[in-house]
């Protein structure tokens, strides 16, 4: 990544400046001002080198220094009119330059790779100020239906794949009307929900439909916010009602996705769906090669 993003090169985000100064650019231009000791603590680097770096960009014209407001011994950095052109330059380079990267990934890759980064930064920030990050609390699991699920369900679908797939109201109608068709046959105790709770905001679900055709179950509405990522909340819930099944004896369960999907897919997979069948459709109201994944129950997997 290094190499990849120029940090090796003399210079950066075609500017001119070095590494260092370019950052200082983006923090200043970010708060709108700083005072050189919090552009020290931002930056990570000495005083004295901070001070070499603004003095330089004051006299080419990039940065001014404005009188503090509430101490007359002390000055803020702020952006010029210059200054604030360069900063547009930057970041409209470095959005094409993260662009024509992501433009080789799939939209889950995306996220993948945004958490990933996040996370890691996090970490290396925490390991620098020799603090502890936020100690990570498992998320609660609990079955059957309880006010609201319904809705956030369908929030959560929509949502996602807005964001990532550009599915729209064809998308979201439909969750919502199959999520309010199976809700409404939990009476059958072969049909459950489960939810992922953070306290007691709902941020995942799986269902199991269990009247499927031939005697079979169909999984559906497997979904985790973009805040439950990452915990294991996803392979929790998979746990569940594939545990569900198996007590039920279907004698499979069927579960409908479409490709790009990389990261569910491994889960499936993990937990003995193997892909069956592929075919164009746009039962999403958009074009997608639409994947039909099967595990068989428990006794057809022993014969």
Known sequence: ????????????AATGYPASSVHAIIEIGNRQALTAVELVEL???????????????????????IAHEEDARSKKLQLSTQGKRTLQSIDSFATKQVAAAMAHLTREQWQTASEGIANYAAALQAHRLDTQPPATVELGIARGYRPGVIARVVQMHADYYARYFSFGQPFESLVAADMANLMGRLHNPRNEVWVALDDQRMVGSIAIDG???????????????????GKGAGKRLLAEAMKFCDEWG???????????LD????????????????????????????QCFVRPGPAVAKT
Do not use: N, P
């Not at 940090?7 to 950066?12: N, P, R, S, V, Y």
């Not at 005083?47 to 014209?61: F, H, N, P, T, Y």
């Not at 031939?214 to 973009?226: K, N, S």
């Open 263 to 290: 990261a569910a897919r491994k889960l499936y997979e993990d937990f003995g769906f193997r892909l069956e069948r592929e075919q164009e459709g746009q039962q999403w109201g958009e074009w997608v090669t639409e």
């Open 1 to 12: 990544m290094v190499r990849e993003l120029g940090f090796l090169h003399a210079t950066l």
């Open 43 to 65: 930056l990570g680097l000495e005083k004295s080198s901070v001070s070499r770096m603004v003095r330089k960009l004051v006299e080419a014209g990039e940065i001014e220094e």
């Open 211 to 229: 009247e499927g055709e031939g005697g079979e179950a169909v999984l559906r509405f497997f979904i985790l916010d973009d805040s439950a990522r």
């Open 250 to 260: 279907f004698c499979a369960t069927r579960l409908w996705t479409f490709q790009g």
